[in-house]
């Protein structure tokens, strides 16, 4: 059974910074899943806040590009989110997701909290 873990959130200062961390176990062929982040604060729905897709092609709305980046080593069947810049709006539970075809898994989720 396939397992998505999340780690790496917490609490943050407004402007500061923080990784997230996204590992596989007992999924086979990591490297050929597209990675995705998402995020959801209470109240609102889940959003997508970055992509990467298997070949390494990145993708960010809008409105985060610049501060979120998406990375990933298909070596150690891990992924990474880096914020930047956070602010109270980023609040939100972010969830990693895994996805191939049929396949898809999703992380619990961590928790990131941004206040002043």
């Known amino acids: 059974q396939g397992q998505v873990v999340e780690s790496g959130g917490g609490s943050v200062q407004i402007g500061g910074s923080l990784t997230l961390s996204c590992t596989s176990s007992g999924i086979s062929w990591f490297g050929l899943y597209d990675m995705n982040w998402y995020r959801q604060a209470p109240g609102n729905q889940r959003e997508l806040v970055a992509a990467i897709t298997r070949d390494g092609t990145t993708n960010y709305p809008d409105a985060l590009k610049g501060r979120f980046t998406i990375s990933r080593d298909n070596q150690i069947n891990t992924g990474n989110l880096q914020m930047n810049s956070l602010q109270p709006e980023d609040t939100a539970v972010y969830y990693c997701?895994?996805?191939?075809?049929?396949?898809?898994?999703w992380g619990q989720g961590t928790q990131v909290t941004v206040s002043s």
């Open positions: 997701n895994l996805r191939r075809g049929k396949n898809d898994y």
